[in-house]
């Protein structure tokens, strides 16, 4: 048994409205908080929402629809409330393809975000390093993704209201935020290097062909999340940056294998940094 919800159903684009209206009440009834901008955490990642002074929390499963997240270390939390300052709401877990979600159930937190006010969203992940240059800890600035699922969230009828039929994914990826991102790391003295992140559906991490294949693609690192609620959030307007955590040398790159657990380890040692950079980035938003 796959537990009490039916796994990857598709949700059309066009049910996307109603279902993030229901949404939407459910978390006014908890908080009023406009948030400016939406912060989603990846694995690891959970320990930046505690600089939050916090004003709601609401675990995933009492929002209607959604499931508890289920991957370890994705604890599963919309939090409202305020960094340096700055309404925001940040995602702690997520969900994902290769939990046997569909692609428009993975993408609702971002549009719920746009829905509840927010105008940009921060995109976190742990990823493998597939730069050669990229080792353990690297903070890497999302230039561009490579989507390599196979999927898209925006499948079926479309909902005019949020977004284009063929939305354009020219300049995905901020500018003028990632130029915010690298001023705020350089401020707190981090390193934060650019680089594409590649996309493919996991769960198992990629073979040493595969992380070869990604290099001469373009590919800077390689993760399991990301791309399809960036591809969502520009269909709905939201403008999108985000940051990955390398926690491991890409399969094949190191003598070592790859294991989740460790994957955690590294993102947890790394995540201070990146909430430095953060807290400093959202207080100079204007
Ligand atoms: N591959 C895919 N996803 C990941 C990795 C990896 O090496 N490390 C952390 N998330």
Redesign the pocket.
């Known amino acids: 048994m796959s537990g009490r919800f039916v796994l990857g159903l598709e949700i059309p684009p066009a049910d996307q409205p109603a279902l993030l209206a229901s949404l939407e009440r459910a978390v006014r009834e908890r908080t009023d908080l406009q948030p400016r901008l939406g912060l989603v955490l990846g694995?690891g990642l959970g320990g930046l929402a505690d600089a939050l002074e916090l004003e709601a929390s609401i675990p995933f499963e009492e929002l209607p629809g959604w499931p508890d997240a289920t991957a370890p270390g994705h604890s599963g939390k919309l939090l409202f409330g305020r960094l340096s300052g700055v309404p925001v709401v940040v995602q702690q877990g997520r969900f994902h393809l290769y939990e046997g979600h569909s692609a428009g159930f993975v993408v609702q937190p971002v549009l719920l975000m746009g829905r509840l006010g927010a105008r940009a969203v921060v995109l976190t992940n742990?990823?493998?390093g597939v730069n050669p240059e990229f080792g353990t800890g690297t903070l890497m600035a999302i230039t561009d993704h490579l989507n390599l699922t196979g999927r898209s969230p925006l499948v079926g009828p479309n909902a005019p209201e949020i977004g284009d039929r063929f939305p354009d994914m020219t300049a995905v990826w901020d500018a003028e935020l990632r130029s915010s991102l690298h001023a705020a790391a350089d401020a707190e003295g981090v390193a934060l290097a650019d680089g594409v992140y590649a996309c493919?559906m996991?769960p198992n991490?990629?073979t040493p062909a595969e992380v070869r294949m990604l290099a001469r693609l373009g590919a800077d690192a390689?993760?399991?999340s990301t791309a399809l609620e960036a591809v969502a959030a520009r269909w709905a307007g939201l403008k999108v940056c985000g940051v990955s955590l390398v926690?491991?040398p890409?399969?094949g790159l190191s003598g070592a294998q790859?294991s989740h657990a460790e994957?955690l380890a590294a993102a947890q040692s790394a995540g201070p940094k990146l909430a430095r950079i953060f807290a400093r980035f959202i207080g100079d938003l204007d």
Do not use: K, P, Q, R
């Open positions: 694995s742990a990823a493998g493919l996991g991490y990629e390689v993760g399991m926690t491991n890409g399969a790859l994957v």
